[in-house]
């Protein structure tokens, strides 16, 4: 399984910008689909994006045309930018990867996970 470390995560107002790092180390090569999920308080985890390993990539509606997942396989690195951040995005954000097919928003399918980052967005 793969280690993953996420980071970026920080408080900003509305219409701000953040760019969310996950780094991956141990068995996992990180040109293998990766995602994004977040957990807002009192909801569950849901699936933001995805990347898999032919580079083609996938968006929750929610966040379609304001985030953007991308890769850095040299640095075992995966990137999501997020532009145009409204109060609704606040949540954790976590890193997932070891995808075992199926949905890609499945959180079940998933069985290597970061800590999470916070994100903060203020009206």
């Known amino acids: 399984e793969a280690q993953l470390v996420e980071s970026g995560g920080s408080s900003v107002q509305t219409g701000g910008s953040l760019r969310l790092s996950c780094t991956a180390s141990g068995d996992t090569p990180i040109y293998y689909s990766m995602a994004w999920f977040r957990r807002a308080p009192g909801q569950d985890r849901e699936g933001v994006a995805y990347?898999?390993?032919?580079?083609?990539?996938f968006y929750a509606d929610s966040v379609k045309g304001r985030f953007a997942i991308s890769r850095e396989d040299a640095k075992s690195t995966v990137y999501l930018q997020m532009n145009n951040l409204k109060p609704e995005d606040t949540a954790m954000y976590y890193c997932?990867?070891?995808?075992?097919?199926?949905?890609?928003?499945?959180?079940?399918?998933?069985?290597?996970w970061g800590q999470g980052t916070q994100v903060t967005v203020s009206s």
């Open positions: 990347v898999d390993s032919a580079g083609n990539v």
């Open positions: 997932a990867a070891d995808f075992k097919g199926g949905r890609w928003t499945d959180e079940m399918r998933y069985t290597s």
